[in-house]
């Protein structure tokens, strides 16, 4: 059964502590894993995709990272703004899609 | 932002109403798709569209239909609601192959009482 798993469910930071979310996934033939960006009472807002085991992408403060099973959101120095639940979703063949639960992260000043 | 809005933005319903949800576009994005947030189940697939009339079914599709008669427009229907399809739904748009990033809507909150 295709399945994705994030952890931890919840993070607390202080502003500056670097740390990292995890996306671990069983799917085949994965055709791309996307991060999401989620704040309170709206939709995911789209971070990054990855398509390939190796591949990296970076935007500001966020790092996204690719291997064969899992995944990782590096956060460099993160800032309050950056406190939302972090989303991680594969794509299988069929063109279905498998979200997590996400990750709260609470960034404290 | 992506052109996408949903309506309504808030529903409270009775068990057994038919509910219709709508979600339009103004990006011409070829894919569309409907899903549902729960607490500890996250997003779930429902149905999903490749272009005008042609859908497929999602991991929850039961209990849901949908129709696409416009491009700009997809339409998610409760024929008889059960409390159990209490969610929060949210329509989502790609713009070819679905390899390709979602963008969300502002969301549904649905209340089946």
């Known amino acids: 059964e295709d399945q994705v798993t994030q952890s931890p469910e919840a993070l607390r930071l202080q502003e500056g502590e670097s740390s990292s979310l995890n996306c671990s996934y069983t799917?085949?033939?994965?055709?791309?894993l996307f991060w999401y960006r989620q704040d309170p009472g709206k939709g995911p807002e789209f971070l990054f995709t990855?398509?390939?085991a190796g591949e990296e992408k970076e935007k500001e403060r966020l790092k996204a990272t690719l291997t064969k099973k899992e995944s990782f959101l590096h956060i460099t120095a993160p800032k309050p703004e950056d406190s939302a639940t972090y989303l991680c979703?594969?794509?299988?063949?069929?063109?279905?899609?498998?979200f997590g639960t996400g990750t709260s992260l609470t960034v404290i000043p | 932002d992506a052109g996408i809005t949903q309506s309504p933005r808030h529903k409270v319903t009775e068990t057994g109403t038919p509910v219709t949800l709508r979600c339009h576009q103004t990006?011409?994005?070829?894919?569309m798709y409907w899903y549902r947030q729960d607490p500890g189940h996250g997003l779930r697939l429902i149905h999903y569209?490749?272009?005008?009339?042609?859908?497929d079914k999602g991991e929850v599709s039961d209990g849901y239909s949908v129709s696409r008669s416009k491009t700009e427009d997809f339409l998610l229907t409760l024929e008889s609601a059960t409390s159990s399809q209490t969610s929060v739904y949210f329509c989502?748009?790609?713009?070819?192959?679905?390899?390709?990033?979602?963008?969300f809507g502002p969301g549904t909150r649905l209340t089946v009482l």
């Open positions: 990006e011409n994005h070829r894919y």
């Open positions: 989502a748009i790609s713009e070819s192959t679905g390899t390709d990033e979602q963008f």
């Open positions: 990855l398509y390939s």
């Open positions: 979703a594969v794509q299988a063949p069929g063109n279905q899609f498998y």
């Open positions: 799917v085949s033939g994965l055709r791309g």
């Open positions: 569209s490749y272009g005008v009339k042609d859908t």
